[in-house]
């Protein structure tokens, strides 16, 4: 299992020795400030957070001596579970504390932020609103799947708009607890597209997703023999749809179908039939309570 390790950031002069074996083991290894979209400034990361509204993401790390690190960056951090996630959601920023390659004025920049936040085990990420205060924190990495890791921030970021793709959906669902909606159109059909639309920005429609649904806009092409084409298929019963049509699915997974009905009629019956989705769904809960 993987869990953390501690430094002590302060006062900033200090150095951290490691064994030289542990270092070369590690620095070939992509560090998390260079990947794209991530800012490696507090004060560039908090500008954006607050031109933007959104929250803060922020990781910190020993990208050249911290293996528990090192392993978060390759299991979640790197996933495309997490960035399905992250994408437009989140501001990223890596709070790097290496054994070398940064400056003192660096290092002592970033040590300020640790120490505002009371960081001093490696990694921690911290969720931080946009005027700079602490949302939700998690201290150590313990190996457990990026979908895992994932949901406990997603449950503290907002869960408002319409995902854009099956595995952010599942993230998003995991994490407010709430079954997916998936709306379903060919790839490239326009007509299917306008519809889409207009069911999703319908007021009876958004008004019952919103207060009961994680909602996500696909299209039903996913891409070759991978994991999410798999599940799109699933979803669709092996059935591949027509032009111009619209398929609404209701799924907890992400790969069982609960509920499923045409998108292309009007969005009054839409929404009826949603209705007797989710009463159905209450009294068959209400009714396996009573049993026990």
Not at 44 to 68: E, I, Y
Not at 213 to 236: D, H, I, K, P, R
Not at 267 to 292: D, H, I, K, N
Request: contains cysteine; aromatic residues 6%; hydrophobic residues 45%.
């Amino acid at each position: 299992m993987y869990a953390s390790a501690r430094i002590d950031v302060l006062p900033v002069g200090r150095r951290l020795i490691f064994p030289v074996a542990l270092v070369a083991a590690l620095a070939p290894l992509a560090v998390i400030q260079a990947a794209e979209g991530w800012f490696t400034r507090f004060e560039d990361a908090m500008a954006v957070a607050d031109r933007t509204g959104k929250p803060v993401l922020t990781v910190f790390t020993g990208s050249d001596w911290c293996p528990h690190c090192t392993t978060l960056e390759e299991k979640v951090l790197q996933s495309e579970t997490f960035r399905a996630w992250a994408d437009g959601r989140v501001v990223l920023l890596s709070i790097d504390l290496p054994q070398a390659g940064i400056s003192q004025a660096v290092r002592r920049e970033r040590s300020l932020v640790c120490k505002r936040y009371g960081v001093n085990t490696f990694p921690s990420v911290v969720l931080l609103a946009p005027d700079g205060e602490k949302i939700t924190s998690q201290v150590g990495y313990t190996g457990q799947p990026a979908s895992e890791w994932v949901a406990h921030f997603a449950a503290h970021t907002d869960s408002s708009g319409v995902c854009k793709s099956l595995d952010e959906a599942v993230v998003r669902a995991r994490g407010a607890k709430r079954p997916i909606l998936l709306v379903v159109s060919r790839a490239g059909d326009s007509a299917a597209r306008t519809s889409t639309a207009s069911l999703i920005k319908d007021p009876e429609f958004e008004a019952l997703a919103s207060n009961h649904f994680v909602v996500a806009s696909v299209t039903s092409e996913a891409g070759g023999a991978t994991e999410a084409a798999q599940s799109m298929e699933n979803l669709l019963g092996g059935v591949e749809l027509p032009p111009e049509a619209v398929e609404v699915i209701v799924t907890d997974d992400g790969q069982t179908p609960l509920f499923s009905q045409s998108g292309s009629q009007s969005p009054s019956r839409v929404v009826m039939g949603l209705r007797r989705f989710l009463a159905a769904r209450q009294a068959a809960r209400s009714e396996e309570s009573s049993r026990r």
